[in-house]
């Protein structure tokens, strides 16, 4: 069974986050498995420094993994939450369900039954396509008490699915094989670093060829019928019972702020959009990376001291 632990990819990557943004480990996670809609599912469990506060689940985008969020993890486990980092079907080391299709709607139903099973405080905070996959699981689940986006993506929009291509003619030949052909379009698969674009993750040299290059990121094969699932998936509007928090990178090259704009203006329900003053897709400069975690700070301490996890709306762009 493969694990992170004994693989190049998660040594690559530590190194990577030491050597160019400085940031470093004291513990790491322990490497569970759970069975949940007939996968079998590789989750990160981060413990709690001191009393658990709540459980927060990390849910990566269509270019990552469980892994790829340990900087995130590792800091939220600082204030007191256990973390859980799962690999989404089709990802990480995961392994999906026999006969799995590659279909998206796999990917909240997980995390929403994922955190079903919580006791307590449960926050959703999504990455990339993991924002909108963790609005649909808190739309789904009646236990979730916060959602944390980097980004709010409604790939459905077409203009929105171009976008985030690697480049505008593939979104608009992609687009067009979903419509004329399907059944011939779902059955081509790619490495990730044709589909999108892996380089934009960063402004990291290093870390932009480790997204491009590494077997479980830029070099995953995925089948067209997921990014056709996924655009299947259009986001309405959007009723949340729970508190909204988008803290949007500011120099956010793959998707600008412009773009998470029309899904989030659709979210019905206490929401915030914090800008940051620059990060990349991946938010790990400073000050950017400091402002996200100032920001998830003063999320999670409203979520622990307010009994319905509820806290006084503000809508307005910082």
Same mark, same amino acid.
């Given at each position: 069974m493969n694990t992170y632990e004994s693989s190049k990819s998660w040594s690559q990557y530590r190194d990577i986050l030491a050597e160019r943004f400085y940031i470093n480990f004291e513990g790491q996670p322990v490497e569970t498995w759970r069975s949940i809609r007939g996968h079998?599912?590789?989750?990160?469990?981060?413990?709690?420094?001191?009393?658990?506060?709540?459980?927060?689940?990390?849910?990566?985008?269509?270019?990552?993994?469980?892994?790829v969020l340990a900087p995130f993890a590792a800091f939220a486990a600082k204030l007191g939450w256990r973390i859980l980092a799962p690999d989404l079907p089709g990802y990480g080391v995961t392994q999906p369900a026999k006969g799995f299709r590659w279909e998206y709607e796999e990917w909240p139903a997980v995390v929403a039954d994922l955190a079903d099973e919580c006791t307590g405080h449960v926050v959703l905070m999504g990455l990339s396509l993991g924002g909108m996959t963790a609005v649909f699981a808190a739309e789904a689940s009646r236990n979730v008490s916060g959602v944390i986006a980097t980004t709010l993506l409604d790939m459905g929009d077409p203009s929105i699915f171009i976008r985030a291509a690697r480049w505008r003619w593939l979104g608009l030949a992609t687009l067009l094989g979903f419509r004329l052909m399907p059944w011939i379009v779902d059955r081509v698969a790619m490495p990730l670093w044709l589909i999108a674009p892996m380089n934009r993750m960063t402004d990291d040299p290093a870390m932009r060829d480790y997204f491009s290059s590494d077997p479980m990121l830029g070099r995953l094969r995925v089948p067209s019928r997921f990014f056709r699932k996924i655009h299947a998936r259009k986001a309405s509007t959007i009723h949340l019972h729970c508190p909204l928090l988008l803290v949007h990178p500011g120099a956010d090259a793959w998707t600008p702020t412009a773009l998470s704009n029309p899904a989030f203006g659709r979210v019905r329900g206490d929401k915030?959009?914090?800008?940051?003053?620059? =990060? +990349?897709?991946?938010?790990?400069?400073?000050p950017?990376?400091?402002?996200?975690?100032?920001?998830?700070?003063?999320?999670?301490?409203?979520?622990?001291?307010?009994?319905? =996890? +509820?806290?006084?709306?503000?809508v307005a762009a910082e």
């Open positions: 079998h599912i590789h989750i990160d469990e981060w413990q709690p420094e001191g009393p658990t506060k709540g459980t927060l689940i990390l849910v990566h985008g269509a270019g990552g993994n469980g892994r915030r959009l914090r800008e940051l003053t620059n =990060g +990349s897709h991946l938010p790990l400069e400073q950017a990376l400091q402002e996200l975690q100032d920001e998830v700070r003063s999320f999670l301490t409203s979520v622990t001291n307010t009994s319905d =996890g +509820s806290v006084s709306s503000n």
